[in-house]
Each structure stands twice: as structure tokens, then as C-alpha cells.
């Protein structure tokens, strides 16, 4: 098996022979360059973009994270660039798996177990790890059983005769009776899921902790059979009170079984892989932050709503065209104060927060489109706002860069610390309580 590579977005990478790997270029094997060529025009069909080839020897990733295995083995593990160092693994991927936690509303244990803090591993292991954990203090539980229906032929009668059955007996098999019967066991849709997921995990864990546990818990579930149709078995996961232990699991399951993979990648071959686009990832962290800020905050009027869809650029023919959606919308008043309202949009995007001549790395077309939001939305009066992520060239304790559409109608750009908990709240406050003219920066 070929070594994993560790990038990051919008690493390039090559077949071609390199003196050393780094976070921002690396060789892979040529089996799985050509792999990645085609995946991504798999994806393109799709209309999803994961990379682009810059000539026949190098191709460059976009902003999609996760993990990639080919068919030859080669591992591609890709970190979010969430910092201008290439010294980061561990705090990229410590970032990556809280993000990816928030997306998918996973708890991962910390603690009896390894705790997310801890990044000693690569993702494929992690993702490995917390499953193993999770199977483990199922079965401490206990596995779920179910009565299940058995119709055979048996030369003793045991349970109920089948009359139809027997009656219709061909001669010469007189002496066999027909019989249905009951049996209690552990052959279920679930732990059919989780018996195949295991035996997957059993073969592709290169970690000896995750080795010896894997094959202890395979040892367990040695009578059960295998899944043999995944997306059948997981449409029969049940959600009922008496399941509530095994909805801890459920997630880690599909990461195993690749169903939290985008459609393009699940072909004939999908080995351990796992993408995000992490423009995703941000904009549900910093939602779900916010909602937990906003729930702490003092206020008998407030509200956060997300994907906004009701508004449209403009209308032809009196039928409305161009949907506007808008990532984010809070309010907040009462306790005596007026109701107020923003529209927050996330932009996933390092920032420079002293390069004024470069516009500090804004985006002209994002502008175009807060300024529709403010109209369509705010009804040109209010304040909009566009998260960014904090790194060192643009702080939570920066400034906050201040815009000017015309007088009734501001636009202000901050960032948002992802290894901050208080960052929502800090964000709530400054928007609460506004901020001073003289320093900011004007447009």
C-alpha cells in the first residue's frame, strides 16, 4: 500500500518525482493521479468541481476536505487551510473533526474514550477509532434481538404446522412436516450494518490499537451474517425508543460504509473516503455557534433562521426569477429594545486585514450579492454582515471592516474564531451594541 499523503485545499499534486512533500504540493502514484483525473470529471458531470488539471503532470485540489482512497491504496488525506503555516496537521485535523461533528450532529466521545482533542492518528484512523469506541459501549449495552418468522421442513414438529403447506406435500416426503417457528436473534438490518462496517474497519485499519480492538469486536459478532444490500438495510434502521443506543452509532456507520460521500465518488470502487465542502463545514459550524449564543442571550424577540428562500432578484413576464439565499438571518429585541435584524452570509476565505490597496481579499461579486440581500431582505435600510474565518492576518480583536452601500444600508466583514467558543457570542454583542465609525474602515 502506497503512504498517505497529507495536503490541503487547493494543494497540487503530481506523479512527477519531488524532493519532499509538503502540505501544499505532493506526488502520489500515477495509478492514482490518473484516478483523480477521472474522478473529477465525474464530478464536473455532476456539476461539483474537485479539482483542476493544470497540465498532464500536476493538477491542483479545490476546497473540498476529507479523505480520498484509490484503487491501488494510495491515501489522500485533505486539511482544511485554515492557517498561512505548513506546520498545522494536528491543528487542522483537530479543526476538520469538530466541524465535521457539527455537520452531522455527532458527539464524539471524550470521555472514557480518546478524546477529540487528541490528533495523534490520520483522519482515516480517527474516523476508524471513534466507530470501534462507539461499537464498544454498544455491546457493553447489549446488542438488540428480534423474534423473527422461520418456515422450513423439519422431520419433528416444533412450533405450528403449515396445513396448506402439507397438504399440497409431494409423495415420497410425507414424513417431513412444514413449520413455522419463532426465533430470537441478533440477525437485524443494524447489526447486519455494523457487522459489515467491522469487517471493513478489520481490513483497512493500519493502527495496532484500532487492530486489536477491531478483531475483538469481530470476534463477537463471528455468527452474524454480512450486509448484503446497505441502502435497503439502512432504510430499515429504526429510530424507536427502544433503539435509542444505537443512534450514537448510526453516523460513524455510514462514514464507514461511504455514505456521507458525494455521489461522484460512489462507484465501483470507494475505499475509506469522505469529502466536505468546506464552505459547508464553516457555514453550519458558525450557524450552529450562533444559535447556541443566541439562546444565552438576554431577549423575549429573537430568532435565527437559516437558508433562507423567499425573496428573488426580480420578476419577468410576472413570474419571479433569480432566487436569493441568503446563509443567515438574526433578530433580536425586546426586554424594552427595538427588534433588530441582520442578514449573515459565511464566506470560507483568508482575509488580509491590512491589505487595503487588495481590498483585503474581498470578492467583488460577493458585495453584488449582499447588496441584492439588503434590498430584497433588509428593504435598503440595516446592516449585512459576512463572516469570515479568523487566522493571523485578519483576528477577532481586528478592527471591523466597515462598508457603506449609501447611508441607510451598511455592510460589515468579521471573522469568526473556530477555536473560539465565545466567538459567537462575541459576535452577537458587537452587532447588539454596534460599533465605532472612527474604527473602521469605509468603501
Known sequence: MNKAVIVREYARLTFAELAENTLDQAQISPSAFRWLVELGQQFRANGLALLELDNQQWLRLDNYVGVLES???QVIEILPKHRSSTNCIESARQLLCKLICNALDIKSRNTSHTSIERFDTSLPEWLMRQFLQELDTLFKR???FDYQRVEEQQRFLHGRLDVNKQLRQPPGREHLFNIQHDIFSADRAENRLLKTALSKVCTATQDSENWRLAHELQSLLHELPQSTDIQQDFRHWQESRLMAHYQAIKPWCEFVLNLH?????Q????????LFPMEKLFENYVAAELGKALAQTPGTDKELRTQLASRYLCTHLQQDMFQLKPDLSL?????????QRWILDTKWKLLDGVARDDKYGLSQQDFYQMFAYGHTYLKGHGTLVLIFPAWDKFPVYTKPLHFSFDPNLQLLALPFDLEDENSAKTLISLLQHGFKQSSTAAA
Not at 261 to 265: C, E, F, G, M
Not at 331 to 339: A, N, R, V
Open 267 to 274: 462507484g465501483d470502487w470507494r475505499g475509506l473516503s469522505l
Open 331 to 339: 433578530s433580536l429585541g425586546g426586554l424594552g429594545q427595538p427588534t
Open 71 to 73: 484503487p491501488c491504496g
Open 261 to 265: 460521500v458525494p455521489l461522484a465518488v
Open 142 to 144: 447489549g446488542l438488540r
